[in-house]
């Protein structure tokens, strides 16, 4: 089945640094990629999507790449803060009703002030 | 914006005992699902619905049965809880067609079988 994997695992940033979160999958078939962000102790929440027809996505500080041919995906986050830390989950799809979503393990980001 | 809410909250049980797990969506989403969370494993899809009255195994139903009687409800039952079981619950909805299908999730349930 689907593997979806994350690095880096953990990371620590300086305010206003940016930073990139790598994503890759397995299933070629795979068309449909949203991304979650889960504050301590909150609910995850979508932050930005890309389907497989598309290379690039961006949604105010936040900038998804998407590469079919080697089945990779980068979400860069720039000008970060400390609302900012949370976990990132990067999930993958095969279904164009975007059910059956696998998701990554997740990469722990802490922006120190 | 969606409201998916979960209860209990957070549940301690004795292993062999039955534990369910409620999830309540206002949204009028056709979509839910249950997923547990376990750390290094991120999240792990056990059942999902697509219409009240149906479920449908996800990649680790083994333990779990689940209940869609209605298009807001979806509860996830362990009929025989074991330890392995401990972890967080998640439930989530999302819409049929649209643009996004971004899943919308409740707050989660800390579940430990003792």
């Known amino acids: 089945g689907e593997q979806v994997e994350q690095l880096p695992s953990s990371l620590i940033v300086q305010e206003g640094a940016s930073v990139l979160i790598n994503c890759s999958y397995t299933?070629?078939?795979?068309?449909?990629f949203p991304w979650y962000k889960q504050e301590p102790g909150k609910r995850l929440q979508f932050i930005i999507d890309?389907?497989?027809?598309?290379e690039r996505k961006q949604n105010q500080r936040l900038t998804l790449l998407f590469d079919k041919k080697t089945k990779h995906l980068s979400l860069h986050i720039t000008a970060t803060q400390p609302g900012d830390s949370a976990i990132y989950f990067c999930?993958?799809?095969?279904?164009?009703?975007?059910?059956?979503?696998?998701f990554g393990t997740g990469t722990k980001l802490q922006v120190v002030p | 914006e969606a409201a998916v809410t979960q209860s209990p909250r957070s549940k301690v049980a004795v292993t062999g005992g039955k534990v369910t797990l409620s999830c309540h969506q206002t949204n009028n989403h056709d979509y839910m699902y249950w997923y547990r969370q376990d750390t290094g494993h991120g999240l792990r899809l056990i059942h999902y619905s697509y219409v009240a009255d149906s479920t449908e195994k996800g990649d680790i139903p083994d333990g779990y049965k689940a209940s869609r009687p209605s298009q807001e409800n979806f509860s996830l039952i362990l009929e025989l809880a074991s330890l392995s079981q401990t972890a967080v619950y998640f439930c989530?909805?999302?819409?049929?067609?649209?643009?996004?299908?971004?899943?919308?999730f409740g707050p989660g349930t800390r579940l430990t079988v003792l």
């Open positions: 999930s993958a799809s095969n279904r164009n009703s975007g059910t059956y979503q696998r």
């Open positions: 890309i389907r497989s027809n598309m």
């Open positions: 989530a909805s999302s819409e049929r067609t649209g643009s996004s299908y971004e899943q919308y």
């Open positions: 299933d070629s078939a795979s068309v449909y």
